[in-house]
């Protein structure tokens, strides 16, 4: 069996702690952007059903408003 001094110990273990530190991080940060994908997309969903929420509702006051305008020239 390999005999480690005291700095080889510590050593190994500063070097085996910042390894799973660092794998650590870079599992949190993909869940991070895909949590952000997510969001962009949801917003992105909800922006473009805003839009066609007020093209429908402007399409609607256009198609109404010649009827009133033509009811009171009479």
């Given at each position: 069996?390999?005999?480690?001094?005291?700095?080889?110990?510590?050593?190994?273990?500063?070097?085996?702690?910042?390894?799973?530190?660092?794998?650590?991080?870079?599992?949190s940060?993909?869940?991070?952007?895909?949590?952000?994908?997510?969001?962009?997309e949801?917003t992105?969903?909800?922006?473009?059903?805003?839009?066609?929420?007020?093209?429908?509702?402007?399409?609607?006051?256009?198609?109404?408003?010649?009827?009133?305008?033509?009811?009171?020239?009479?």
């Amino acid at each position: 069996m390999l005999e480690l001094s005291l700095y080889e110990n510590t050593a190994l273990i500063i070097c085996f702690v910042l390894y799973v530190g660092s794998v650590i991080v870079y599992i949190s940060r993909k869940f991070s952007q895909e949590r952000e994908l997510e969001k962009s997309e949801i917003t992105a969903e909800l922006e473009m059903l805003a839009d066609e929420s007020y093209k429908k509702k402007k399409i609607k006051e256009d198609h109404e408003a010649p009827h009133h305008l033509n009811a009171n020239k009479f």
